[in-house]
């Protein structure tokens, strides 16, 4: 089954909603409808549908196992704090009423949501899997979640590498690169990770769609299908470099870029290449991230000049906005009132709140030069654009000034002559279709993507190992779809020898270098 948030968000409102229609004034059911429409409404929604099948045994009775493919990193961490959070909350608020909406509500769902997190911390009912690639910027990544997993109690851990790679001669020096960048990683695996039962799933030559094809990576089956036609012919043109893009995006000056996509596409990367190279050319950029891996410091290594690099760190922008808003609105309040609001300061829409202020900073900072985003993950990254009514609504319960750069954010985010989105995926089908997915909620939105930026594709290169000519063939099909039905203008960016790490070697991500002759020259 798909777990759709949205329609899942829109029964949870017409749930607490429904019952009070005819009962209560108009404007009083418009105004829960109101308190119902904020992002915490969703997650609270897709969280109902997860603890059902976790904790309600009458849900899955006919089944033995039950196997759940969460949300992206970041979004999975949230849905799995949530329960504590409003446990807490529900036990000290007093006022009724809260950015959760109606109370009544919750208190249904409080032992089903106890009952979540038992299930979840129990080894004999829960076995929480940790995906990973083997490298190195993914495995910290895994690292991170999985301690932040078991503070929260989740600790029947197991870690399953994907895609791990074993060249099949010695005689094509990209499969030589790719394997031993692969065995480096492995090598330096994190402590934090290494205790965990693991398991190595092959890079396989086929697409990983229909029940053969998966039987197929579990047997461990790493044959290569016979091609029917050359490289050459499968993909006619192929779409220019990076540089094209920036060089569309340098003259304007100032802006707000954003990368986006599926996680694990190589946001990160893209995002910290074009600051760098907006900056070679003279350019004065910003580069921060709302993602809470913040790989951006480690990928950009010695910071040249005219960048400066940042991150929006949610505990400090939490912090920061709490003072503030006790500050403000507390001043004037007795110690009753006072702590009324802080109960509501201690909710889970305040971090939200204080992240979403924290872009609308980055994004105002366009005016006087570049500011490149690496955003979250893309379940994330919707919530921050779509926040802008609810945080409005938020924040007039708990002040009375709207920052000029919140009231500023949607029109600029929907201006293409000041915010660029660069929607980056691989070329396979999941990552493609995801972004698609996205760019779609983007125009509900008004904000029309920029460009696609194809990622690690090995389409350029000159390959000869026979699973990587399968996968280099499988990849036209995805390169055309973003090219002629999906994408206004469309950057590939190779896989690449050396690891884009560092100002030198992400230049290599930005320009058209020919990749085949440099691989060719590094071989000899």
């Excluded at 229909?210 to 790493?222: I, Y």
Aim: some cysteine.
């Amino acid at each position: 089954m798909n777990l759709d948030c949205d329609a899942a968000a829109r029964e949870y409102r017409e749930r607490l909603v429904g019952p009070y229609r005819g009962v209560l004034p108009e404007a009083v059911v418009t105004s829960m409808e109101e308190q119902l429409s904020g992002s915490c409404t969703v997650e609270i929604a897709a969280f109902d549908e997860f603890s059902r099948l976790l904790a309600d045994p009458n849900t899955t009775a006919d089944f033995d196992h039950v196997v759940f493919d969460t949300a992206p990193t970041g979004h999975t961490l949230r849905l799995l704090s949530l329960p504590a959070a409003w446990s807490g909350f529900i036990d000290t608020n007093t006022s009724g009423t809260s950015c959760l909406g109606p109370l009544a509500g919750l208190q249904t769902q409080h032992q089903l949501y106890k009952d979540t997190v038992r299930a979840l911390s129990d080894p004999q009912a829960t076995t929480l899997v940790l995906v990973t690639r083997a490298e190195r910027s993914a495995l910290a990544e895994a690292e991170r979640s999985s301690g932040e997993l078991a503070a929260l109690g989740v600790r029947n851990q197991h870690l399953v590498v994907n895609a791990v790679f074993k060249a099949q001669g010695a005689d094509d020096p990209i499969a030589q690169a790719m394997q031993q960048r692969g065995q480096e990683a492995l090598a330096a695996i994190p402590g934090g990770l290494a205790a965990f039962p693991r398991t190595e799933l092959p890079l396989v030559p086929h697409n990983l769609i229909g029940v053969p094809a998966l039987r197929a990576m579990l047997q461990g089956t790493r044959d290569a299908p016979q091609l029917a036609q050359s490289h050459s012919s499968h993909l006619e043109i192929l779409p220019p470099a990076l540089a094209e893009i920036i060089d569309q995006i340098a003259p304007s000056g100032r802006g707000v870029i954003l990368t986006m996509g599926k996680g694990g596409v190589g946001k990160t990367t893209v995002a910290a290449a074009i600051a760098v190279e907006l900056a070679r050319r003279g350019q004065r950029v910003h580069l921060t991230t709302t993602d809470p891996a913040a790989h951006v410091t480690n990928t950009v290594g010695a910071v040249p000049a005219r960048l400066t690099v940042g991150r929006i760190d949610p505990r400090a922008e939490t912090e920061a906005y709490q003072a503030e808003v006790l500050a403000d609105a507390g001043a004037n309040l007795d110690d009753q009132g006072r702590a009324l609001l802080e109960e509501d300061l201690r909710s889970p829409c305040t971090e939200e709140i204080a992240v979403f202020r924290a872009f609308a900073r980055a994004v105002d900072q366009g005016r006087d030069g570049f500011v490149v985003l690496d955003t979250a993950p893309t379940g994330h990254t919707i919530l921050l654009l779509d926040a802008t009514l609810a945080y409005h609504r938020e924040l007039s319960r708990q002040s009375s000034g709207i920052p000029d750069s919140v009231q500023q954010l949607l029109p600029r985010l929907r201006d293409p002559a000041f915010t660029r989105v660069l929607l980056v995926t691989l070329p396979e089908a999941t990552p493609v279709h995801e972004a698609a997915q996205l760019q779609e909620d983007l125009l509900r939105a008004g904000i029309r993507p920029f460009a696609w930026v194809i990622n690690q594709s090995l389409t350029p290169l000159p390959v000869t190992d026979p699973v990587l000519l399968a996968r280099q063939h499988h990849e036209g099909v995805y390169i055309r779809e973003v090219v002629q039905q999906l994408a206004p203008r469309t950057a590939i960016v190779p896989w690449l020898v050396e690891a884009p790490v560092g100002a030198e070697a992400l230049a290599a991500v930005v320009r058209d270098m020919r990749p085949n002759l440099a691989c060719q020259a590094k071989a000899s």
